[in-house]
């Protein structure tokens, strides 16, 4: 940890002891709350076992594997393209993404490269989903600090990106949309237009939780100076995406990934928060989908006209290889490490998904939060259990 | 595709591969090179595909040295995965749609291991890989484990964040890391019997009932419909 | 409030007056208190239609906001049960009040869905608690839901407790 973080976390704690001062004059005893594994606050089934000193967290500690699904182990007896099927269903708000690091680690295997009209139809969904699932987050950060409504309003606008992404991919939730080699189909007619006007709103969308809630009083004293992570400590926790970004970590593999998508051909901007707390990562995040929405505009306008397939065989079967593909995925980092020996099915898959490294720092931010911070603190992380658990 | 230092059948390869393809990576090559100085004897082998990434070898004992070695030096600050590999494969056959692994009797599987990028020589293999963010360059560490229960020393003095997955590949390959503060089931209930990543691991739903196969191949776009072809295969 | 549990336990024992009868269950069907049990994909799928404008459950006299399942009559079981979260959700199942109805929403909780063959997933949740509507899907739409939970207002409509626990499911087409 260096030098200036540490001051700020200890500053921190200093300042929460001296409000409990009052625990210490009563001698509190030592108290275990148990929250889940079903909360409203852990988006799923997350157990986290919080021991308390008065209001304060002594150590927090999470047990998972309460939707443990075995991916590894199921995708060792799929064939690629089944596989994708599965991978859909990691990461359940985004769901179009979690497709797009897999299918280019088997095309990099195989050696063969979709053609452009693919790639850029597939950045555009890739960022359709970022928007769907963080639009989500957006609203439910609110709703963990008491604001009920603008999730309401966060349903609303993301029914529309979803009917977007469904009238491509006929899938309104998990579209198994990517091929290895290309795309399964064309942009249907009208399209372009009808996801522009998505797009207006989106923006307004965002305009709105900027007033409503960024800019609201109460929500930044819940938030500001709440749960700093300093970048050193992020990055050695393997945190990624937006909860790095907003501890001032200027790194993004859209931008320095460099793998098959079209993002380097895009105008846009990483956007940082020198903070690292809970209202950082909230505000990194509304940025992000501005810019995500900005990068679809311009995909929109750009698409180049030609096949959509590259030349595959019909029957997939993998040259013998090891191959690592990572993207930056809504939640973070999302990489597949494929092991194949030239058979239909992978040898070995191993998924690194995101909330599984972001909510692994939870022991390290807790300690010595207040009870109500545990929860903005959790809900600003964003995980996604699918995402921990596999 | 091997690294220039291991034999001279590599130095070919590599002279080839940089002909045809015209691309050399040096940067990648200079740090498995110093990485190669620093680890000394304990540093196996190494591969390295131009621009895209790269793989080292190290010996068990120094597995926690790299670690060390690759964050304080080389500024690999970000930690991104740990796990390993059962290169063994399974006895059970593949449990797909082929026609060998449908039928009652004992599948016969040729049990010889074949290993991957960098070779091995046991069954376990560690898989690890960090990331420096500024660089952009990640690098994949392995390491081969003594034994069927193999130990390895833990990576939370270096990376914290390891913690977890250290739990994760104990409960699913059974590999144990010493020093690990809480080697505890991460994911499966404690009375779970068995290695579930292991290859010798059977998936018992599809043993009891096994998959019906291949009964409807999605065409790809663009392909015509040549059904008949297909239905002809199946009966 | 001692009159409602009498009524309660006669409609229990079904021995009230048909009209008495149908009037309670009309009442009953339109507060369903419905439990939110969020556990996979299925539980935003249930988030849009009990929280989003466009589905908006309460319209039919759902009530999705019991924090505790002692104050629920139906739980949305949506999504996939796993060997270690099947104790809990047997639990809070006997937690709550009779009557009380189940919806298994989406595959994985009908049968196991994509994870049919995993080591960790209940192959179906009806192993643990009886399941009184099947909403298939793989994530059902929040339609089909709202489908399943009309289907199901119209059996308690017409509910006779006594032959309540001989019916066979709803399973939604």
């Known amino acids: 940890m260096n030098l200036e973080a540490s001051t700020q976390q200890l500053s921190y704690i200093a300042n929460q002891a001296s409000d409990a001062r009052v625990n210490i004059e009563l001698e509190t005893e030592g108290m275990t709350l148990n929250l889940g594994p079903q909360h409203p606050a852990t988006h799923g089934t997350l157990r986290i076992i919080v021991r308390l000193d008065g209001e304060q967290v002594v150590s927090a500690e999470p047990v998972m594997g309460y939707m443990h699904r075995g991916y590894e182990k199921l995708t060792e007896v799929r064939t690629y393209p089944q596989v994708t099927t599965l991978v859909n269903r990691i990461d359940w708000l985004g769901s179009f993404a979690n497709e797009v690091p897999f299918i280019l680690a088997a095309e990099r295997l195989m050696e063969v490269e979709a053609p452009p009209r693919a790639q850029w139809i597939r950045t555009?969904?890739?960022?359709?989903?970022?928007?769907?699932?963080?639009?989500?987050?957006?609203?439910?950060?609110?709703?963990?600090?008491?604001?009920?409504?603008?999730v309401f309003y966060a349903f609303r606008d993301r029914e529309f990106v979803l009917n977007q992404i469904e009238s491509v991919t006929g899938g309104r939730f998990h579209p198994n949309f990517d091929r290895i080699g290309g795309i399964k189909d064309d942009l249907p007619k009208g399209w372009i237009q009808e996801t522009k006007d998505v797009l207006a709103r989106i923006h307004s969308f965002c305009d709105e939780m900027q007033d409503l809630v960024v800019g609201n009083e109460i929500?930044?004293?819940?938030?500001?100076?709440?749960?700093?992570?300093?970048?050193?400590?992020?990055?050695?926790?393997?945190?990624?995406?937006?909860?790095?970004?907003?501890s001032g970590v200027d790194w993004d593999l859209r931008r320095d990934g460099g793998v098959g998508l079209i993002h380097d051909q895009l105008d846009w901007k990483v956007w940082t928060h020198p903070d690292g707390d809970s209202f950082a990562r909230y505000w990194v995040r509304l940025q992000e989908v501005r810019e995500s929405c900005k990068m679809v505009d311009q995909i929109l306008d750009g698409i180049p006209s030609g096949p959509i397939m590259a030349k595959v065989p019909r029957i997939i079967k993998v040259p013998p290889g090891e191959a690592y593909v990572e993207t930056e995925n809504p939640l973070g980092v999302m990489g597949y490490y494929i092991v194949s020996k030239g058979d239909l099915v992978p040898y070995r898959v191993k998924i690194r998904s995101a909330s599984f490294n972001n909510v692994s720092i939870t022991p390290w931010v807790l300690k010595g939060v207040y009870v109500p911070d545990v929860i903005s603190i959790l809900a600003s992380l964003y995980f996604i259990l699918g995402d921990i658990d596999r | 595709m091997s690294s220039p230092d291991t034999t001279e059948e590599g130095l070919v390869e590599e002279s080839i591969e940089s002909q045809e393809d015209l691309i050399i990576d040096e940067e990648r090559d200079v740090l498995v090179e110093s990485i190669k100085k620093d680890l000394g004897s304990d540093f196996i082998d190494s591969h390295v595909t131009p621009q895209i990434d790269i793989w080292i070898r190290v010996t068990q004992k120094a597995w926690l040295e790299t670690a060390r070695v690759l964050f304080e030096k080389y500024e690999m600050s970000f930690f991104n995965f740990l796990s390993a590999i059962d290169w063994k494969p399974s006895p059970f056959g593949r449990d797909m749609d082929a026609a060998i692994d449908n039928t009652d009797d004992?599948?016969?599987?040729?049990?010889?291991?074949?290993?991957?990028?960098?070779?091995?020589?046991?069954?376990?293999?560690?898989?690890?890989?960090?990331?420096?963010p500024v660089t952009n360059i990640g690098i994949n560490i392995k390491a081969d484990l003594e034994g069927d229960f193999p130990e390895v020393e833990t990576w939370i003095p270096v990376y914290p964040g390891a913690n977890w997955h250290e739990r994760e590949v104990m409960e699913m390959f059974g590999i144990s890391f010493t020093n690990h503060p809480n080697m505890v089931n991460l994911y499966l209930p404690t009375e779970f019997e068995g290695n579930p990543l292991r290859k010798d691991f059977p998936l018992l739903s599809r043993r009891a009932k096994p998959w019906p196969g291949i009964v409807d191949v999605e065409l790809m776009p663009g392909e015509d419909d040549d059904e008949t072809e297909e239905s002809g295969e199946e009966t | 409030m001692e009159k409602a549990v009498i009524a309660m336990g006669l409609v229990e024992n079904g021995k009230l007056p048909g009209p008495l009868t149908k009037l309670l269950n009309i009442s009953r069907k339109y507060s369903l208190w419905v439990y939110q049990w969020g556990l996979a994909c299925c539980a935003i799928e249930m988030g849009a239609a009990f929280a989003s404008p466009r589905y908006d459950v309460m319209r039919l006299g759902v009530i999705p906001f019991p924090a505790s399942p002692r104050q629920a009559d139906l739980v949305v079981i949506s999504g996939t049960v796993t060997d270690k979260m099947a104790p809990a959700v047997r639990r809070l199942y006997e937690q709550m009040p009779e009557p009380k109805y189940v919806i298994s929403m989406g595959s994985c909780a009908n049968c196991g869905g994509p994870y049919w063959d995993s080591y960790s997933v209940t192959k179906g949740v009806d192993q643990i608690i009886p399941v009184d509507v099947y909403v298939p899907g793989c994530p059902p739409r929040p339609e089909a839901l709202l489908e399943g939970i009309v289907l199901l207002q119209e059996r308690i409509a017409s509910e006779d407790m006594t032959d309540r626990w001989n019916r066979d499911p709803i399973v939604v087409t």
């Open chain 1, 124 to 150: 555009a969904l890739f960022e359709l989903s970022r928007i769907a699932n963080v639009v989500l987050f957006l609203g439910d950060m609110a709703v963990q600090l008491g604001a009920t409504t603008p």
């Open chain 1, 219 to 246: 929500f930044q004293t819940r938030t500001r100076g709440i749960g700093i992570i300093p970048a050193d400590v992020g990055l050695s926790y393997g945190l990624s995406g937006a909860n790095i970004r907003s």
């Open chain 2, 106 to 132: 004992e599948v016969d599987i040729e049990s010889e291991m074949e290993w991957g990028v960098t070779g091995g020589e046991k069954r376990f293999q560690l898989l690890a890989r960090v990331h420096n």
